[in-house]
C-alpha cells in the first residue's frame, strides 16, 4: 500500500475514533468527496482540539492557534508545525499532532479553500479564547458560532461547489452550522457550567436557546433543499435530523437519544433517498 493509500486509511480510522456521529454520513458520499470532508472535519478537529483543552492555558492556546492560522496561510510547514507543538505533544492528541498528515490526503485543487477555512476558523478561535468566551449578546453568540460551525458549513457548500457544481446559498449554510453547533450547546449546558463556561447570552433563558437552535435549524432546512445530489443530501440531512430529534429530546427532560434511535433515523433517510 502507498503512503497517501495508507494515509487516507489512517484518516478513516481516525475520523472514526473523533466522532462516531460525523463517521456515520460522510459514510454515504463518492470516494473522492469522502476523502475530501473527511481531510476537511480532521483539520478543523486538529484546531478544536486545541481551543478545547482543558489543561492548556488560554495564552498558549491562543498562541499556538495564531500561528496555526499563519502557517495555513502559506505552504504548509510540517517541521515548523511540529517544532510549534513539541512542548505540548505530551498533552495534545494525535488529531491535532498529524495536521500535516489531514493535509496531504486531501486533493490538492481544492486543498488551498479547506486550509483557508481552517485558517479563518483558527484565528476566530483565538479571539474567543482572549475574550474567555464571554457572550453577553446575540451578536456574540452569532459571531462565536460562525467561527466554530458556521464555516464549517460554508467550507462544505464550496466542496460540494467543486465536486459537482452543487450550489447552495452560503448564508443558510452558516445557519446549518450554526443550527447543529446551538443543539451540542443545548446538550452540553450543564456540563458547560460545571467547568465555569456559558455561551449563553446575558439574560437568555433556557428557551431563548432553544428559539436560537430552532431558528437556525429552520435554514439549515431551507439550505437541504437545493441539494440535487443524492449522497450529498444524505450527509446533509442524518446530522441534521439527529439535530431536530436531540432537540426534542432536551425538551422532554432526556440528554441525548439511544444508538438504537440514531440508527432508526439514518435508516429512515436511507429508504426516503433509497441509497444502499
Not at 498558549?60 to 513539541?86: C, G, I, N, Q, W
Not at 443543539?183 to 437568555?204: A, C, H, I, K, Q
Not at 445530489?229 to 446530522?239: A, E, H, T, W
Request: hydrophobic share 40%; glycine share 4%.
Amino acid at each position: 500500500m502507498s503512503k497517501v493509500a495508507n494515509l487516507q486509511k489512517e484518516s478513516m480510522v481516525m475520523l472514526k475514533e473523533t466522532s462516531r456521529t460525523f463517521f456515520i454520513p460522510i459514510s454515504f458520499l463518492e470516494p473522492v468527496l469522502k476523502k475530501t470532508v473527511g481531510s476537511a472535519y480532521l483539520c478543523m478537529r486538529a484546531i478544536d482540539e486545541i481551543e478545547d483543552h482543558p489543561e492548556l492555558d488560554d495564552e498558549v492556546k491562543s498562541r499556538l492557534l495564531r500561528e496555526t492560522s499563519k502557517m495555513l496561510h502559506m505552504p504548509f510547514d510540517r517541521e515548523a508545525y511540529e517544532e510549534l507543538l513539541k512542548p505540548y505533544e505530551h498533552l495534545l492528541p494525535e488529531v491535532s499532532l498529524r495536521l500535516a498528515d489531514w493535509i496531504s490526503v486531501c486533493p490538492p485543487e481544492i486543498a488551498p479553500k479547506v486550509l483557508e477555512s481552517t485558517a479563518e476558523m483558527a484565528e476566530g478561535m483565538a479571539k474567543w479564547v482572549d475574550r474567555k468566551f464571554v457572550i453577553r449578546t446575540r451578536e456574540d453568540l452569532d459571531d462565536y458560532t460562525y467561527y466554530v460551525a458556521g464555516l464549517v458549513g460554508t467550507m462544505l457548500s464550496d466542496l460540494w461547489k467543486w465536486h459537482d457544481n452543487t450550489e447552495t446559498d452560503p448564508q443558510l449554510a452558516i445557519g446549518f452550522g450554526r443550527g447543529l453547533q446551538a443543539v451540542n450547546m443545548l446538550r452540553n449546558l450543564d456540563e458547560d457550567r460545571e467547568r465555569g463556561v456559558s455561551f449563553v447570552p446575558e439574560g437568555w433563558t433556557r428557551d431563548d436557546m432553544f428559539n436560537y437552535a430552532n431558528e437556525n435549524l429552520a435554514q439549515a432546512d431551507l439550505y437541504v433543499k437545493s441539494i440535487k445530489n443524492k449522497r450529498i443530501l444524505m450527509f446533509c440531512k442524518v446530522p441534521l435530523a439527529l439535530a431536530h430529534s436531540t432537540l426534542k429530546a432536551l425538551k422532554s427532560g432526556r440528554e441525548k437519544m439511544s444508538r438504537t434511535e440514531v440508527e432508526g433515523i439514518v435508516e429512515q433517510l436511507k429508504e426516503q433517498e433509497q441509497i444502499n
